[in-house]
């Protein structure tokens, strides 16, 4: 026999209807989603794709032979549908892969990043295949390893509970793997990896002398202890001569303060922490006192921080603090609990000691957060009247779609308001944008009274639109019009569609602003609309807003 005679055979061992249904996920793969792909996760969608719809399509084939329907095919008829089929992929998959790049190249131009070359598509197919492959050939080792099982249990036990048996064994064995192949052994490197790295310092980042910030030499937290992102962000901000340079007001240097992970066992014992220095520094008496809650490895968003205080004129106090060592990728596979918990136990712990204060003496006491950090600051309330009940206004930054508060305050929305830009009662106390017109469009009925709540979230963002729903389920932003931030042929495609969103995570946050999971300097005209004045009672004009933002730009 020869090597060509081999491989032919070795063809026909795959199933046909397999590999049409194979041939439909492959078309479906290339269809566009929210971001911009890089060929190498365009091969990953597409392999992983092509092993589903094989897979798919070998199960409807079975469940129709077991259902006693069994066409009987003549030779000539069979070798038809062969010829069909290869002909087909002949069509399809260049003309798809022309599609898609198209598609992408669309995608680029609206996100406003550079194209890529179409000659990577070459490269990407055949990666795409090869990975396909690699994907449906391991299945059929674990499908020949359950008829080994279930044929050996067959001997002792009648065959449909040999079978049963077989599969529920091979189920367990492969959580197990996975558990602790991903679980503890990946996520346990992982994270002492980071713990590593959480000692390190970034470049030109020094301790501050400024008693207003914590790790300083005034300060009840030691540098050493407040992490790598802790470190990073009670020394960067603006102090009182910059913040001058841009309004042309005169300034205090904000307070910022910060406890790390290494500074108290659990999250209640460092929230204390944080409250003692807010004591230190006089936090409670500035006019806006902010409670951060950070993603996983204790990263506060310097544009959002940053505009506060601009806009306060330094008038204002931070408090933040880490809880985890763990990138937020990593903490949203492994611990969704301790982000939760961080977030309730900083806003109790300073909310406890603003009670404490004479009402008439209290600063506005606002709490914001990003990604991971929204999540977990939101744990803090039962829901938006919650959040109006105990603070003066909030700013949640591309809340991840797990999040129960966002979920019912989305739930709730008006009729005929999309799930990309919901309005609630009118836009009475909560908004959502993308960009700050959003705050106040024609859509918005209501006068918007105080206290002010503000979900930022981009249509192109797959951490706000990411879930297990989109395996089966079409999701209500992709039922209703599409943004014009999204690229038009962008459609719910079962299976297909949760593999895209999941992939354009990756790099959702190397996009310009505006786009996926970038927020950047327009945060300043966000809180422009939560805060509504400046301490000293004044409005902020248009050129002052836009001068904060050039300078957050930098």
């Known amino acids: 026999m020869t090597h060509r005679q081999r491989l032919l055979l070795w063809a026909r061992t795959f199933h046909p209807v397999g590999l049409a249904v194979a041939l439909v996920f492959y078309v479906w793969s290339m269809s566009p989603s929210l971001l911009p792909r890089p060929w190498f ?293 492994a611990d969704r609990e301790t982000p939760q918990l961080a977030g309730r136990a900083l806003f109790e712990a300073v909310y406890e000691r603003w009670l404490e204060l004479p009402e008439d003496d209290r600063p506005k006491l606002v709490v914001f957060g990003e990604s991971l950090g929204s999540f977990g600051g939101q744990a803090a309330f039962s829901g938006g009247y919650d959040m109006m009940a105990r603070t003066d206004g909030a700013l949640w930054v591309g809340t991840p779609n797990f999040s129960e508060q966002w979920g019912e305050i989305t739930a709730s929305r008006d009729a005929g308001s999309p799930e990309v830009l919901p309005v609630i009662a009118g836009g009475e106390h909560i908004r959502f944008a993308s960009d700050p017109d959003d705050l106040n469009g024609a859509h918005l009925r209501s006068e918007w009274k105080a206290p002010r709540i503000v979900y930022w979230q981009h249509a192109s963002d797959p951490i706000v639109w990411w879930s297990f729903d989109l395996v089966l389920n079409r999701p209500d932003w992709l039922r209703e019009p599409l943004s014009p931030r999204l690229e038009p042929g962008v459609r719910w495609i079962p299976f297909v569609t949760f593999w895209q969103v999941t992939l354009d995570m990756v790099f959702s946050v190397d996009v310009p602003s505006g786009h996926g999971h970038t927020h950047g300097p327009e945060a300043t005209d966000l809180w422009a609309n939560i805060l509504g004045e400046a301490p000293d009672g004044t409005q902020w004009t248009p050129e002052e807003i836009a001068e904060i933002r050039d300078a957050l730009a930098g």
Request: net charge positive.
């Open 41 to 333: 996760l365009q091969a990953v969608a597409t392999a992983i794709s092509l092993a589903i719809g094989y897979g798919l399509g070998c199960l409807a084939a079975w469940i129709v032979r077991k259902c006693g329907l069994q066409p009987q095919w003549s030779d000539r008829v069979r070798h038809m549908g062969w010829v069909l089929l290869g002909v087909s992929a002949l069509i399809f998959i260049p003309a798809f892969a022309i599609l898609g790049s198209w598609w992408q190249e669309s995608i680029r131009d609206i996100v406003g990043v550079p194209r890529e070359g179409r000659p990577v598509y070459t490269v990407l197919l055949i990666a795409a295949f090869a990975l396909g492959l690699l994907l449906v050939m391991l299945g059929r080792l674990i499908r020949r390893a359950t008829r080994v099982l279930a044929h050996w249990l067959g001997r002792y036990v009648p065959v449909p509970v040999a079978r049963l048996a077989a599969v529920v064994v091979v189920v367990v064995v492969g959580v197990l793997v996975i558990d602790g192949t991903v679980q503890r052994g990946v996520l346990g490197v992982a994270e002492r990896s980071a713990a590593v790295a959480d000692e390190s310092t970034a470049p030109e980042v020094v301790q501050p002398n400024q008693p207003e910030r914590s790790g300083s030499p005034s300060s009840l937290q030691q540098w050493d202890t407040l992490g790598r992102e802790g470190r990073t962000f009670v020394a960067g901000g603006p102090r009182a001569q910059d913040i001058t340079d841009v309004t042309g007001r005169p300034a205090m240097t904000p307070i910022r303060v910060y406890a790390g992970r290494l500074s108290a066992d659990g999250v209640d014992e460092t929230a204390k922490l944080v409250v003692e220095e807010l004591d230190r520094t006089g936090g409670f008496d500035r006019s806006v006192l902010a409670v951060a809650t950070t993603t996983g490895r204790g990263w506060v968003n310097a544009n959002v921080a940053s505009s506060l205080e601009y806009l306060t004129h330094g008038d204002s106090a931070i408090a933040s603090m880490q809880y985890s060592f763990l990138p937020s990728a990593l903490s949203f596979v």
